[in-house]
Protein backbone atom coordinates (compact mmCIF):
# COMPACT_ATOMS: atom_id res chain seq x y z
CA UNK A 1 0.00 0.00 0.00
CA UNK A 2 1.15 3.46 -1.08
CA UNK A 3 0.81 6.24 2.11
CA UNK A 4 1.71 9.32 2.42
CA UNK A 5 3.48 10.13 5.37
CA UNK A 6 4.40 12.93 7.09
CA UNK A 7 7.03 13.54 10.34
CA UNK A 8 5.98 17.35 11.08
CA UNK A 9 7.84 19.41 13.55
CA UNK A 10 8.35 22.65 15.35
CA UNK A 11 11.15 23.67 12.89
CA UNK A 12 11.25 20.87 10.03
CA UNK A 13 8.69 19.20 8.30
CA UNK A 14 10.00 15.46 6.46
CA UNK A 15 7.15 13.86 3.55
CA UNK A 16 7.17 10.76 1.69
CA UNK A 17 5.46 8.51 -0.63
CA UNK A 18 5.74 5.19 1.19
CA UNK A 19 5.27 1.47 -0.26
CA UNK A 20 4.27 -0.55 3.24
CA UNK A 21 3.21 -3.92 3.72
CA UNK A 22 3.14 -4.47 7.48
CA UNK A 23 6.19 -4.39 8.95
CA UNK A 24 8.34 -3.50 6.13
CA UNK A 25 8.22 -0.14 4.17
CA UNK A 26 9.73 1.53 1.06
CA UNK A 27 10.61 4.82 0.68
CA UNK A 28 9.61 5.58 -2.49
CA UNK A 29 10.06 9.54 -2.68
CA UNK A 30 10.79 11.81 0.12
CA UNK A 31 11.17 16.08 0.61
CA UNK A 32 12.25 17.88 3.77
CA UNK A 33 10.79 20.93 4.01
CA UNK A 34 10.89 24.13 6.82
CA UNK A 35 7.37 23.71 8.22
CA UNK A 36 6.97 27.92 9.09
CA UNK A 37 7.74 28.19 5.47
CA UNK A 38 3.75 27.25 4.81
CA UNK A 39 0.67 28.97 6.78
CA UNK A 40 -0.48 25.14 7.21
CA UNK A 41 0.32 21.61 6.58
CA UNK A 42 -1.99 21.53 3.33
CA UNK A 43 0.06 23.69 1.38
CA UNK A 44 3.18 21.70 2.56
CA UNK A 45 1.58 18.49 1.27
CA UNK A 46 0.46 20.17 -1.92
CA UNK A 47 3.59 21.55 -2.90
CA UNK A 48 4.91 17.96 -1.98
CA UNK A 49 2.09 16.03 -4.15
CA UNK A 50 2.79 18.30 -6.97
CA UNK A 51 6.30 15.88 -7.63
CA UNK A 52 4.32 12.61 -6.92
CA UNK A 53 4.71 10.28 -9.88
CA UNK A 54 2.13 7.75 -8.23
CA UNK A 55 -0.50 8.63 -6.35
CA UNK A 56 -0.47 7.41 -3.02
CA UNK A 57 -4.06 5.71 -1.24
CA UNK A 58 -3.76 6.72 2.08
CA UNK A 59 -1.86 9.50 4.32
CA UNK A 60 -0.71 10.02 7.64
CA UNK A 61 1.06 12.75 9.57
CA UNK A 62 2.97 12.95 12.68
CA UNK A 63 2.19 16.48 14.28
CA UNK A 64 4.42 17.49 17.13
CA UNK A 65 1.73 17.74 19.60
CA UNK A 66 -1.54 16.56 21.28
CA UNK A 67 -4.37 15.02 18.12
CA UNK A 68 -7.82 14.91 19.97
CA UNK A 69 -10.85 13.67 17.54
CA UNK A 70 -8.94 14.86 14.32
CA UNK A 71 -8.28 17.95 15.53
CA UNK A 72 -4.87 19.71 16.24
CA UNK A 73 -3.36 23.15 17.08
CA UNK A 74 0.04 23.18 17.61
CA UNK A 75 2.25 23.91 20.57
CA UNK A 76 5.55 24.88 18.92
CA UNK A 77 3.93 25.99 15.60
CA UNK A 78 0.84 28.46 14.59
CA UNK A 79 -1.42 25.76 12.86
CA UNK A 80 -4.89 24.39 13.28
CA UNK A 81 -5.52 21.22 11.29
CA UNK A 82 -8.69 19.34 11.06
CA UNK A 83 -8.37 15.79 9.89
CA UNK A 84 -11.58 15.92 7.64
CA UNK A 85 -10.85 19.26 6.08
CA UNK A 86 -6.92 18.48 5.58
CA UNK A 87 -8.17 15.40 3.84
CA UNK A 88 -10.44 17.20 1.81
CA UNK A 89 -7.82 19.83 0.69
CA UNK A 90 -5.05 17.65 -0.38
CA UNK A 91 -7.39 14.99 -2.33
CA UNK A 92 -6.97 11.75 -0.40
CA UNK A 93 -9.72 10.80 2.15
CA UNK A 94 -8.08 8.37 4.08
CA UNK A 95 -6.49 10.74 6.00
CA UNK A 96 -5.00 10.51 9.38
CA UNK A 97 -3.24 12.47 12.25
CA UNK A 98 -1.40 11.42 14.88
CA UNK A 99 1.02 12.31 17.85
CA UNK A 100 4.28 12.40 16.30
CA UNK A 101 5.98 10.35 19.00
CA UNK A 102 3.39 8.00 18.53
CA UNK A 103 4.70 7.98 14.98
CA UNK A 104 8.05 7.04 16.56
CA UNK A 105 6.20 4.48 18.51
CA UNK A 106 4.61 2.58 15.22
CA UNK A 107 8.05 3.17 13.48
CA UNK A 108 10.19 1.08 16.10
CA UNK A 109 9.29 -2.48 14.97
CA UNK A 110 10.31 -0.97 11.63
CA UNK A 111 13.64 -0.40 12.38
CA UNK A 112 16.94 -2.94 12.22
CA UNK A 113 19.84 -3.23 14.53
CA UNK A 114 21.98 -0.70 12.88
CA UNK A 115 19.44 1.81 13.32
CA UNK A 116 19.92 1.59 17.02
CA UNK A 117 22.65 2.52 19.51
CA UNK A 118 22.17 1.19 23.14
CA UNK A 119 23.64 3.36 26.13
CA UNK A 120 22.17 0.52 28.42
CA UNK A 121 22.03 -3.11 27.13
CA UNK A 122 19.66 -4.15 30.28
CA UNK A 123 17.78 -7.24 30.27
CA UNK A 124 14.70 -6.58 28.64
CA UNK A 125 11.46 -7.94 29.57
CA UNK A 126 9.11 -9.81 27.44
CA UNK A 127 6.01 -7.88 26.91
CA UNK A 128 6.95 -5.01 28.78
CA UNK A 129 5.80 -1.88 28.01
CA UNK A 130 8.43 0.40 25.74
CA UNK A 131 8.78 4.20 26.37
CA UNK A 132 10.18 6.69 23.98
CA UNK A 133 10.99 9.96 24.75
CA UNK A 134 13.24 12.88 22.36
CA UNK A 135 13.73 16.55 22.56
CA UNK A 136 14.01 18.80 19.16
CA UNK A 137 12.08 22.05 19.35
CA UNK A 138 10.02 20.36 21.88
CA UNK A 139 10.49 17.64 24.11
CA UNK A 140 8.47 14.35 22.66
CA UNK A 141 7.24 11.53 24.31
CA UNK A 142 5.18 8.13 23.97
CA UNK A 143 4.31 4.57 25.27
CA UNK A 144 3.79 1.16 23.92
CA UNK A 145 1.99 -1.60 25.69
CA UNK A 146 1.29 -5.06 25.35
CA UNK A 147 -2.05 -5.96 24.72
CA UNK A 148 -1.20 -10.06 24.25
CA UNK A 149 -1.19 -10.02 20.97
CA UNK A 150 1.09 -6.85 19.99
CA UNK A 151 2.13 -3.71 20.93
CA UNK A 152 -0.66 -0.71 21.10
CA UNK A 153 0.90 2.96 20.86
CA UNK A 154 -0.03 5.30 23.01
CA UNK A 155 0.87 8.95 22.86
CA UNK A 156 1.90 11.39 25.63
CA UNK A 157 2.47 14.93 26.51
CA UNK A 158 4.42 14.07 29.13
CA UNK A 159 7.27 16.62 28.14
CA UNK A 160 4.89 19.69 29.43
CA UNK A 161 4.92 18.13 32.98
CA UNK A 162 6.45 20.29 35.32
CA UNK A 163 10.14 20.29 35.73
CA UNK A 164 11.42 19.07 39.28
CA UNK A 165 14.95 20.63 40.18
CA UNK A 166 17.01 17.91 42.09
CA UNK A 167 20.24 20.62 43.18
CA UNK A 168 21.02 24.00 43.78
CA UNK A 169 21.84 24.40 39.62
CA UNK A 170 18.74 23.72 38.79
CA UNK A 171 16.69 25.20 41.66
CA UNK A 172 18.57 28.41 40.15
CA UNK A 173 17.38 27.69 36.48
CA UNK A 174 13.66 26.92 37.70
CA UNK A 175 13.47 30.11 39.57
CA UNK A 176 14.96 32.01 36.58
CA UNK A 177 12.53 30.63 33.82
CA UNK A 178 9.67 30.52 36.41
CA UNK A 179 10.28 34.65 36.14
CA UNK A 180 10.22 34.33 32.67
CA UNK A 181 7.36 31.92 31.75
CA UNK A 182 5.68 31.05 35.24
CA UNK A 183 4.92 27.67 34.86
CA UNK A 184 8.62 25.64 33.62
CA UNK A 185 7.87 22.27 31.91
CA UNK A 186 10.75 19.82 31.38
CA UNK A 187 10.05 21.01 27.27
CA UNK A 188 11.04 24.57 28.40
CA UNK A 189 14.71 22.39 29.96
CA UNK A 190 15.36 19.66 27.84
CA UNK A 191 14.55 20.33 24.16
CA UNK A 192 16.37 22.25 21.59
CA UNK A 193 15.57 26.24 22.85
CA UNK A 194 15.59 24.85 26.68
CA UNK A 195 19.76 23.78 25.63
CA UNK A 196 20.01 27.80 24.98
CA UNK A 197 18.23 28.95 27.91
CA UNK A 198 20.69 26.85 29.99
CA UNK A 199 23.67 27.95 27.72
CA UNK A 200 22.37 31.57 28.80
CA UNK A 201 21.41 30.68 32.21
CA UNK A 202 24.98 29.45 33.07
CA UNK A 203 26.44 32.71 31.37
CA UNK A 204 24.55 35.18 33.57
CA UNK A 205 25.20 33.08 36.60
CA UNK A 206 28.62 33.51 36.35
CA UNK A 207 29.50 29.91 35.35
CA UNK A 208 32.97 31.00 33.00
CA UNK A 209 33.15 33.80 30.69
CA UNK A 210 31.33 34.00 27.60
CA UNK A 211 33.84 34.26 25.00
CA UNK A 212 32.91 36.93 22.24
CA UNK A 213 33.67 34.66 19.56
CA UNK A 214 30.91 32.39 20.46
CA UNK A 215 28.19 34.20 21.03
CA UNK A 216 28.76 36.50 17.86
CA UNK A 217 28.14 32.60 16.53
CA UNK A 218 25.18 32.28 18.36
CA UNK A 219 23.42 35.32 17.33
CA UNK A 220 24.42 34.48 13.43
CA UNK A 221 23.46 30.84 13.07
CA UNK A 222 21.39 27.98 15.05
CA UNK A 223 22.39 28.73 18.53
CA UNK A 224 21.84 24.62 19.83
CA UNK A 225 23.63 23.81 17.17
CA UNK A 226 26.76 25.85 18.09
CA UNK A 227 27.06 24.63 21.51
CA UNK A 228 26.59 21.55 20.71
CA UNK A 229 29.55 21.63 18.42
CA UNK A 230 31.47 23.57 20.49
CA UNK A 231 30.36 21.36 23.29
CA UNK A 232 31.48 18.25 21.50
CA UNK A 233 34.52 19.29 20.16
CA UNK A 234 35.83 20.66 23.99
CA UNK A 235 36.29 23.57 22.52
CA UNK A 236 34.09 25.92 25.23
CA UNK A 237 33.70 25.42 29.34
CA UNK A 238 30.49 26.96 28.61
CA UNK A 239 28.84 25.33 26.16
CA UNK A 240 29.83 22.00 27.93
CA UNK A 241 28.48 22.46 30.86
CA UNK A 242 24.83 23.52 29.06
CA UNK A 243 24.94 20.30 27.47
CA UNK A 244 26.17 17.99 30.24
CA UNK A 245 22.86 19.78 32.34
CA UNK A 246 20.80 19.56 29.53
CA UNK A 247 21.71 15.56 29.18
CA UNK A 248 20.84 15.40 32.97
CA UNK A 249 17.68 16.85 32.87
CA UNK A 250 16.72 14.55 29.68
CA UNK A 251 18.27 11.84 31.63
CA UNK A 252 16.50 12.13 34.67
CA UNK A 253 12.88 12.50 32.47
CA UNK A 254 13.31 9.64 30.77
CA UNK A 255 13.88 7.99 33.91
CA UNK A 256 10.72 9.43 35.09
CA UNK A 257 9.00 7.96 31.79
CA UNK A 258 10.45 4.75 32.16
CA UNK A 259 8.96 4.38 36.05
CA UNK A 260 5.42 5.87 34.83
CA UNK A 261 4.99 3.58 32.29
CA UNK A 262 6.85 0.48 33.79
CA UNK A 263 9.20 0.80 30.95
CA UNK A 264 10.32 -2.78 31.63
CA UNK A 265 10.40 -3.39 27.49
CA UNK A 266 13.29 -0.39 27.15
CA UNK A 267 12.96 3.00 26.66
CA UNK A 268 13.98 4.29 23.34
CA UNK A 269 15.35 7.86 22.69
CA UNK A 270 14.35 9.49 19.13
CA UNK A 271 13.99 13.28 18.20
CA UNK A 272 16.80 15.35 16.19
CA UNK A 273 18.92 16.06 19.10
CA UNK A 274 19.71 12.65 20.84
CA UNK A 275 21.54 10.82 17.29
CA UNK A 276 24.11 13.97 17.40
CA UNK A 277 25.42 13.50 20.36
CA UNK A 278 25.39 9.45 21.40
CA UNK A 279 28.93 9.38 22.69
CA UNK A 280 27.91 11.98 25.39
CA UNK A 281 24.91 9.87 26.15
CA UNK A 282 27.10 7.06 26.63
CA UNK A 283 29.91 9.02 28.89
CA UNK A 284 27.96 12.13 30.37
CA UNK A 285 25.79 12.09 33.13
CA UNK A 286 22.48 10.88 31.27
CA UNK A 287 22.29 7.10 32.40
CA UNK A 288 23.70 8.46 36.22
CA UNK A 289 20.01 10.75 36.27
CA UNK A 290 18.20 7.95 34.45
CA UNK A 291 18.84 5.70 37.38
CA UNK A 292 19.14 7.56 40.12
CA UNK A 293 15.59 7.10 41.07
CA UNK A 294 16.29 6.02 44.91
CA UNK A 295 14.24 2.94 46.25
CA UNK A 296 13.80 1.85 42.64
CA UNK A 297 17.53 2.81 40.88
CA UNK A 298 18.04 -0.89 39.95
CA UNK A 299 14.83 -1.83 38.78
CA UNK A 300 16.06 1.92 36.25
CA UNK A 301 19.52 -0.27 35.75
CA UNK A 302 17.77 -3.16 34.62
CA UNK A 303 15.46 -1.60 31.52
CA UNK A 304 17.29 -1.39 28.57
CA UNK A 305 18.02 1.92 26.73
CA UNK A 306 18.35 3.03 23.05
CA UNK A 307 19.07 5.99 20.67
CA UNK A 308 17.22 5.86 17.28
CA UNK A 309 19.80 7.15 15.24
CA UNK A 310 17.23 6.58 12.11
CA UNK A 311 16.35 9.84 11.07
CA UNK A 312 13.45 8.16 9.33
CA UNK A 313 11.39 6.37 12.21
CA UNK A 314 8.88 8.83 12.49
CA UNK A 315 8.47 9.15 8.56
CA UNK A 316 7.91 5.33 8.45
CA UNK A 317 6.04 4.86 11.75
CA UNK A 318 3.13 7.42 9.83
CA UNK A 319 3.56 5.38 6.89
CA UNK A 320 2.64 2.15 9.27
CA UNK A 321 -0.29 4.28 11.07
CA UNK A 322 -1.63 5.13 7.94
CA UNK A 323 -2.23 1.51 6.57
CA UNK A 324 -6.23 0.06 7.33
Known amino acids: MRVLAGD ?11 EVRGTQARVLQEQQFHSRDFPGLGALVQRFQATLLVEPERACFGVAGPV ?3 HYRGTNLPWTIEERELGAAIGIAQTRLINDFAAVGHGLPLLGPDDVET ?11 IAVIGAGTGLGEGFLVWDGARYRVQPSEGGHVSF ?20 VSYERVASGPGLVRIYHYLAASGYAPERAAVREELDRGDPGEVIVRHALNDSDPLCARALDAFISVLGAQAGNLALTVSALGGVYLAGGIAPRIVGRLTAGPFLSSFTSKGRLSSVLAR ?22
Open 8 to 18: IGGTHARLALV
Open 68 to 70: IDG
Open 119 to 129: LQPGTRAEGGA
Open 164 to 183: AARDDFEWGLLRALGAEFGH
Open 303 to 324: IPVHVVVNPRVGLLGAAAAGQP
